[in-house]
Structures are given as C-alpha cells and as structure tokens.
C-alpha cells in the first residue's frame, strides 16, 4: 500500500483500556483516533515550527481496512506517508500495525487550514518538497 520511497512517519501507540470494547478488542472508533494523532505528529515533525503555528489540519475522508484487532497492552506503530499534496489537500496513507501484522490500512484526506483565517489554504511548495522530494505538485 504504501510508497517506500516517501518519508515515512512511525508513530508508536499504546493500547489502553480505555481503548478496548465490550468484545475484548480495540474498539473501531479508536484506529481514526491513531491516525489524527500520527497525522498530526508527522507535520509537526516534518514542518518547520512557522508552518506548524499557522497551519491547522482538518480531516476530510477516511477509508479503513481493517484486518486483524488490537489487543490491550499490544504494541502498535502507526506509519504514515504522504502519497500526494493537491492545493490545501494532502493524501495519506497509515499503516497501522503490531509487529509485522497490519491491523488496518488508511487512506485519508486533510484539509490544511490557515490557523488565523481557519479558511483552506494552499501548501506552499517549499512545504510540500519536505514531505514528497521530487513528488510535490501544486
């Protein structure tokens, strides 16, 4: 599913009871949870500080596949990458998994917001480059 060639983020997740329904597993609600929080910590990574502070992110789709539960106390990394940046969208693929087993896949859709405006706003290229050398399109 996804790109290797892309930066790519590992943000780690740890499972807690909360997290968990009346089957014993993670409850589905929670993998969209993981993907805003890996999301989120990708740009603030990869962002310079400026982009971050007048910058603010906002879902727009989600398509999951899930493939196997999560389980109280598993250790789980969300990977994320950016497949492509399209005027104030940006196009991400989340892997979520334990080990080497995938627990779900994700393609979302992020609106980039101005965070003064909280209008849409276009992603700079210069931007963009950090997040898909040789990819970025306006």
Request: charged share 25%; hydrophobic share 45%; net charge negative.
């Amino acid at each position: 599913m996804t790109d290797t060639t892309l930066p790519r983020h590992d943000h780690p997740i740890a499972v807690e009871s909360d997290d968990i329904d009346f089957m014993g597993h993670v409850n589905n609600a929670n993998y969209l949870k993981w993907v805003q929080e890996a999301v989120l910590a990708h740009w603030q990574k990869i962002a310079p500080p400026q982009a971050v502070a007048a910058h603010l992110w906002v879902a727009l789709k989600h398509e999951i596949t899930y493939r196997k539960p999560a389980f109280l106390d598993d250790t789980v990394i969300a990977s994320v990458v950016v497949e492509k940046v399209q005027g104030a969208s940006a196009f991400y693929d989340t892997v979520i998994k334990r080990g080497e087993e995938v627990l779900a896949e994700v393609k979302s859709r992020w609106c980039c917001i101005d965070a003064d405006t909280q209008r849409p706003k276009y992603i700079a290229r210069d931007i963009a480059a950090l997040f898909l050398p040789e990819k970025a399109e306006r």
